[in-house]
């Protein structure tokens, strides 16, 4: 007789994941670090539709941290484990739903590839090409200087809204998750112009400052563009305007670190506006450079003088979000 894969309603995952962080018998610090792995987790089932949870619905879970550091996934699904165990243990599965080959470290080779130079050059200059859609152009532009310019992760992207750009004073709050304080990053004012240019053109009129920045229309419905839509429109774009195919929104992420590495910016800022998989080491960074603005503004005042064409000005129109 064939052997049933071990499985468990999300409904069922979703009640005992509250019992479960709110045991009174573990710290706070912990509790906390339970409810960000396991809203992670059920965030991820729904947002793709699963409904039970099994090994393969995991393994796609774990595909989603790809732009995480081996240490932070192999930390998800250890967290997500412990937490099966404590249900075997109080009698409601009889063998985890998180095989031990996935709570293994990963090993692969960090990103090395970043923007040299020449190739930011190119990609600030470049002009749409003959027979590219204007709208598709906007919008990867859009996401690509703002990937370049702020060092925000693609979910971050994906679920950044108009609400959390505040344009004049050239910052964006990056929203870390359900029910937590969001850290701040630096806008260039290059990546504004881009970024007006795409609501203005292509962004559905219909859409609120409420919902995600970049989205579309589904079924008469405002929805977020996917994560592959972001990494795929980034790519594309780097690789029309600077011939560079190895470039991924990761990438671009490492280019911003390296960026402020060569300008000098102190490493807590570097640090701060980067983020981290712990929110508790982000806040005490932040805490110890007195506001979360300063490290962004000292971020956005490197990348500025890294990537700006001499000559360049931003656009006079109104600003786009404030």
Known sequence: MERKPASITLKKFKQYMKEYINDPSVSQNTRNIRRHTLEKVVSYMDEEGITSIDAKAMLGFRGSLREYSPNTISQYMKQTSTFCNWMIGMG?????????????KERYDEAKSVLRKEDIQRLVGAQRPDGMWRSAWLRNKAMCFLAMSSG???????????LDIDAENLILTVQSGKGRKGRVVGI?????????EYADNVRPKEATKEDPFFCRVVNGEIKPVSKRTVEYGIKEHVSVTTGREDITPHCLRHSYASILAAENVPVVDIQSVLGHSSIQ??????????????????????????ITPKGWAAKKDPPLYT
């Open 92 to 104: 409601v599965i009889k063998e985890s739903v998180v095989p031990r080959k996935l709570r293994a």
């Open 152 to 162: 925000m992760r693609l979910s971050e992207m994906v679920s950044l809204r108009p």
């Open 188 to 196: 260039t004012h290059m990546a504004l112009d881009a970024m007006k």
């Open 281 to 306: 080491q982000t806040e005490r960074y932040i805490q110890r450079l007195g506001t979360p603005s300063e490290a962004a503004k000292h971020a956005t005042a490197a990348i500025e003088a890294a």
